[in-house]
Structure formats: C-alpha cells, structure tokens
C-alpha cells in the first residue's frame, strides 16, 4: 500500500504533483530545513515508485524526486545542513543555491 505524500496527492495531475512537490522543496531550502526537503522528496519518489506497475519506467515526477534527494544528499555531504542555516546557497551555480533549474 502506497501512502500519500500529503493529503489528496493521489488526486492530483502528475503536472501538480510535480509544482507542488517542488514547492515544498523550495520553501523547505529557503528555511534552511534539509531534513523536511528529504522528506518530502522521499515521500514522493517512494510514492511514485509504489504506485508505477512492474516493468514501467519512473515518470517525469519520480525522476524529479530523486534528482531533488541527490543534491540534497550533496548538500548534506558538503556538510550543509550540520545547522540550521548551514545549507540552501552556494551549492550550485543556479541563483539561490541548489534546487532550481
């Protein structure tokens, strides 16, 4: 059984999924919470890898997901995230850190 990342999820176009996950993402960056951005960004893939038939291939929502758990995983590797404020910026080239693009 696949539980949702948050309530109503199944409910949404994968196209929503997608904002709204990478939404929570940003503000968890902006609060400088790495441990909230893994969350959610576990919560979704797990979801959509749960949910996906054998034999599929990841969609364009769980792809995204686990993009976000590996720059999080760098973040926290370059030692981001050790406190609060620690990480967020400057981990990328990308205007406000890791995250976007």
């Known amino acids: ?9 199944a409910d ?4 929503r999924r997608k904002a709204l996950m ?3 993402i940003d503000e968890a960056r902006l609060r400088w919470d ?4 893994q969350a959610v960004a576990a919560a979704v893939a797990n ?5 996906r038939a054998d034999g599929d291939q990841p969609g364009d929502v769980e792809k995204a997901a686990e993009e976000y758990i ?3 995983k760098k973040a926290g590797a370059a030692g981001f995230g050790d406190e609060a404020g620690g990480w967020g910026h400057g981990v990328s080239d990308e ?3 890791w995250g976007h693009g």
């Not at 059984?1 to 999820?9: D, H, I, L, R």
């Open 1 to 9: 059984m696949a539980v949702e990342p948050w309530t109503g999820y």
């Open 34 to 37: 790495l441990p909230y951005a």
């Open 95 to 97: 205007a406000g850190g």
């Open 22 to 24: 990478e939404f929570k």
């Open 70 to 72: 590996e720059k999080i």
């Open 12 to 15: 949404m176009s994968k196209t």
């Open 47 to 51: 979801y959509e890898a749960l949910e």
